[in-house]
């Protein structure tokens, strides 16, 4: 026979170091409030020192080292070599737009500290608790992304770890070389803080898509003891089990509706600051590739080269992931909508059943899903717009490339 812990997955196996890892790189990154499973409170002493940790660093990122380099502005960008000194600025745009998220999920972390922690996390444990009887089909899709998801970060930090070596290795001595071998650091540690607040982010709408698929499943169920109603003496009995547990149905729907709306009103500055983002690093990664390439046959394919193309690569999937797991939320709650229209009443009109029935409708009915800053939905749409945008700008870019080139 096998024991419960051999039937379980990976996943439920090794679950809360998972959390654990994410909730320890999150506190190198000053950011306390992201723990995604608490385990324990943490001792009064211990949890100032961390939040003033998180103060400081965050001041050092948004104050102390902008201005470092913008004392060395020139430096970063001096070049006798005109085209290199216009990808140069574009880098530089585009870690201007990490650094003004980072600006942006340092306030938000401050403001909603509270918040994540009780209206987002809490919440979302809650949930898992209540869901924990329920159908566990969903449960593997939600693995294979979190698998997915953490594979990918980590894959990103290596490659951009690889990159700042390789930087360094070929830009050899002087202070010219010092100074943007740091600047590159500076850039990947704001790649990380930002990240960390969009991999929680990404975590709570993958777990909410778990719960509508969990919850339609369990409607579906229900639906079907409905048709199995037949006339008799026990037919009155059997309508009121299945409106108590419809009204326990309305409940949760409202608390997932709950926690999807917090999510967004909590993040959505972070999102828009990662689809900016997004933009502006297709934008350059594509106008790097172009200008290795420019200089070099595809026979001699640099190591940078192969650095900037994975990374381009992996940046897009990561932002397209986040856009996916939105995608099938909605797709699910219209799957859950056409679930309801499933339902019909007995043939013994119950009234309480009824009434249930038109008050889950009507719940799902008037819920709209959260839009970004009231401009925009988080879907596969907006990552083909990004795409689009971001190759038109490519397309400008290189002509004044051939412009500096012909000038030259």
């Not at 059997?238 to 997932?256: K, T, V």
Request: hydrophobic residues 40%; glycine residues 6%.
């Amino acid at each position: 026979m096998t024991s419960p812990d051999e039937r379980k997955s990976f996943w439920e196996r090794h679950e809360f170091k998972f959390y654990q890892y994410g909730h320890v790189y999150a506190l190198i990154y000053g950011q306390v409030v992201i723990d995604y499973v608490p385990q324990r409170a943490l001792r009064r002493g211990v949890k100032v020192l961390l939040i003033a940790y998180g103060h400081l660093f965050s001041m050092l990122l948004i104050v102390v080292l902008p201005g470092y380099f913008c004392y060395h502005f020139r430096t970063l960008t001096d070049t006798l070599d005109r085209r290199l000194q216009l990808l140069f600025y574009v880098s530089f745009a585009n870690t201007a737009i990490k650094y003004a998220t980072v600006i942006v999920t340092y306030v938000a972390n401050t403001v909603h500290f509270e918040g994540i922690n009780q209206r987002c996390t809490m919440q979302r444990m809650h949930l898992e608790d209540e869901f924990r009887s329920a159908p566990q089909e969903p449960k593997r899709p939600f693995e294979f992304f979190m698998y997915f998801k953490f594979c990918l970060i980590n894959l990103m930090m290596m490659i951009q770890v690889c990159g700042i070596f390789a930087q360094y290795g070929e830009g050899g001595k002087g202070s010219v070389s010092q100074v943007r071998v740091h600047f590159a650091i500076y850039a990947f540690v704001l790649w990380n803080y930002t990240e960390n607040m969009a991999d929680y982010c990404y975590w709570i709408n993958g777990s909410v898509l778990k719960y509508y698929r969990q919850f339609n499943l369990q409607l579906g169920s229900l639906r079907d003891e409905m048709d199995g109603l037949r006339p008799g003496g026990m037919l009155l009995h059997h309508c009121c089990e299945l409106s108590d547990r419809l009204e326990e149905l309305r409940g949760r729907c409202r608390e997932i509706h709950g926690l999807q709306r917090e999510s967004f009103r909590m993040h959505q500055f972070q999102l828009i600051g990662l689809m900016l983002s997004t933009l502006i690093n297709n934008l350059t990664n594509f106008y790097t590739l172009f200008h290795m390439l420019a200089k070099q046959t595809l026979e001699e394919v640099s190591y940078p080269v192969v650095v900037g193309s994975v990374y381009a690569t992996g940046f897009y999937i990561d932002t397209y992931i986040v856009t996916l797991t939105n995608e099938h939320i909605k797709l699910e709650l219209e799957a859950v909508a056409l679930t309801m229209r499933r339902f019909a009443e007995p043939r013994e009109l119950d009234e309480r059943l009824t009434r249930e029935i038109e008050h889950l409708s009507l719940e799902l009915l008037n819920y709209q899903p959260p839009m970004l800053c009231g401009l925009l939905h988080l879907d596969r749409r907006l990552m083909y717009l990004i795409a689009v945008t971001a190759f038109s700008y490519f397309i400008t870019l290189v002509q004044f490339d051939l412009y500096l080139r012909k000038k030259s």
